[in-house]
């Protein structure tokens, strides 16, 4: 039998799934880091750019202090960060310059682990971004094959891919990424040991399925069976539903069937109950086990674009449209060439078909995302693309471009001049892709936190070499900070 090891995906991937990504705080991470770091698990996964908007979007946090948060409680257990190599924040491509400069603040910040997952299987950027996330720091970079479903996806394919990354010293293990939740237990049986007979020096090791047509708890089964010995899960209320497999079930499972899992289930209880206490004061919803959906495997579309398309078009007046726009997004993904439906690429196709749907025509209207693809901003598209879709796109003016390849020739000390010379790096990465106005709300609620405040006064007292007395009040109580030249403040 297999030693397995575990990853919890709470805090990023059942988030993002359950959560819209918007349910997590700082402070929720603060309360649950120190009970995950009693559990064993093999990595953590804290964030992918996405959480790192949603923090300062929608919660006015600063995403590189929840990072820190996360590793000064967990130092025990590594942090592991999610990217495609292609953007950053944007939902457009991202320069490598800052990419290099994102690299180099999570590794500053706590974040040791790597994945690397690009959608369209460009395994030469993805070797790219490892060399550059190794210069970094990275202390574990795993490269990504990620699975769908579709006429060009496949044993050959696949295959071919894999293969491509067997001669990257950079790359420490590969991982099989299933984001829709598309895989069989049958369907793993033939393919793991297909793509690691096409791997010599690395190892096809780690899965991470998600739960979307509720097979992926045995899918996890079939892993361990065939060696596969790092799988990711959650905890509840963030497992199960569009997320992963919940964790003590998985570990009893696991055990039942005659592996080794060294995990601590009682602390896994007590995060557990931890993150359930949270979501029933904020009213964030407890994921539950899906129903066996034939048609999922037609269309591909996440539970979470497919809730907020419902959300939308609710908005809109226009909810009799859901059913129309999903159908309409089948033809939309043959159309262009069958790319994963997963993020961006997600969000690209149900935003085009909801246009052609809307409009009456298709492809009447195409979207600058729709034209950034069909260009080649994400690198070649895996199948034949709709020729007459390909012609409209390149001859509008946004199409007639060059394709970004990430070479700008922006750089920092050009960022800095635009956005000040005493920037922080955080900051001035931040700034780099977000707008303006969100960053500022940021950083004035960052200021106007008394634990901020507090802070800065006790950099200042510790930065003066004589005897000094600060003293604060916070309410009621008066606190002196006292410092001489042979004493730390206190």
């Known amino acids: 039998m297999t030693d397995i090891n575990l990853i919890d995906v709470s805090l990023r991937d059942g ?120 210069r970094a720091g990275f202390e574990e970079i795993v490269g990504g094959v990620c699975y769908t479903t579709s006429p060009v996806h496949t044993d050959a394919y696949y295959a071919g891919r894999i293969a491509e990354l067997d001669d990257c010293p950079d790359i420490d293990d590969v991982y099989l990424k299933d984001p829709a939740g598309l895989l069989t237990p049958e369907r793993l049986s033939t393919l793991v040991p297909m793509l690691q007979s096409k791997l010599s020096r690395l190892r096809l090791n780690e899965l991470h399925s998600h739960s979307t047509t509720g097979l992926s708890p045995l899918t996890a089964l079939t892993a361990a069976d065939h060696g596969m010995d790092t799988i990711h899960c959650a905890l509840p209320p963030l497992a199960n539903g569009n997320s992963h497999p919940a964790a003590q079930r998985l570990v009893r499972n696991l055990r039942a069937r005659g592996h080794r899992v060294d995990v601590d289930l009682g602390a896994m209880d007590r995060a557990s109950a931890y993150l359930t206490r949270q979501a029933k004061i904020k009213r964030l919803p407890a994921g539950v086990p899906a129903e066996y959906d034939e048609d999922y495997y037609r269309h591909t579309i996440p539970g979470g674009v497919q809730s907020t398309l419902a959300r939308q078009l609710g908005e809109l007046g226009r909810s009799e449209l859901v059913p129309a726009v999903i159908e309409e997004s089948v033809r939309v993904r043959e159309d262009l060439g069958w790319p994963i439906v997963m993020t961006p690429f997600a969000q690209y196709i149900v935003t085009q078909a909801t246009l052609n749907v809307i409009t009456g025509e298709r492809y009447r209207q195409i979207s600058d995302e729709v034209v950034d693809l069909l260009r080649g901003d994400f690198g070649p598209l895996p199948g034949p693309v709709n020729q007459d879709l390909l012609d409209r796109a390149l001859s509008t003016r946004r199409g007639s471009r060059p394709a970004d390849d990430g070479s700008s020739d922006i750089t920092v000390a050009e960022l800095r ?60 109580t008066r606190l002196d900070l006292t410092r001489n030249a042979s004493e730390e403040a206190r």
């Open 15 to 134: 988030n993002q799934s359950l959560w819209g990504a918007v349910g997590l705080t700082t402070r929720m991470v603060e309360g649950v880091a120190p009970l995950l770091d009693q559990v064993g698990y093999r990595a953590v996964e804290i964030a992918s750019s996405t959480l790192l908007a949603v923090a300062v979007r929608f919660h006015k946090e600063d995403p590189w202090a929840r990072l820190r948060a996360a590793r000064d409680r967990m130092p025990n257990t590594r942090l592991g960060f999610l990217t495609t190599g292609k953007r950053f924040i944007t939902f457009y491509r991202t320069p490598d310059v800052l990419f290099e400069l994102a690299f180099r603040l999570l590794v500053r910040n706590g974040v040791t682990r790597l994945w690397i997952i690009d959608p369209m299987h460009d395994m030469a950027g993805a070797k790219r971004m490892a060399a550059m996330a190794r």
């Open 417 to 476: 001049k635009r956005f000040g010379e005493t920037t922080s790096d955080e900051d001035l990465l931040l700034r780099a892709v977000m707008p303006t106005e969100q960053v500022d709300a940021m950083v004035a609620a960052r200021g106007s936190s008394p634990v901020s405040t507090l802070r800065s006064l006790l950099r200042s007292v510790e930065d003066r070499p004589r005897l000094t007395t600060v003293s604060i009040h916070l309410g009621d």
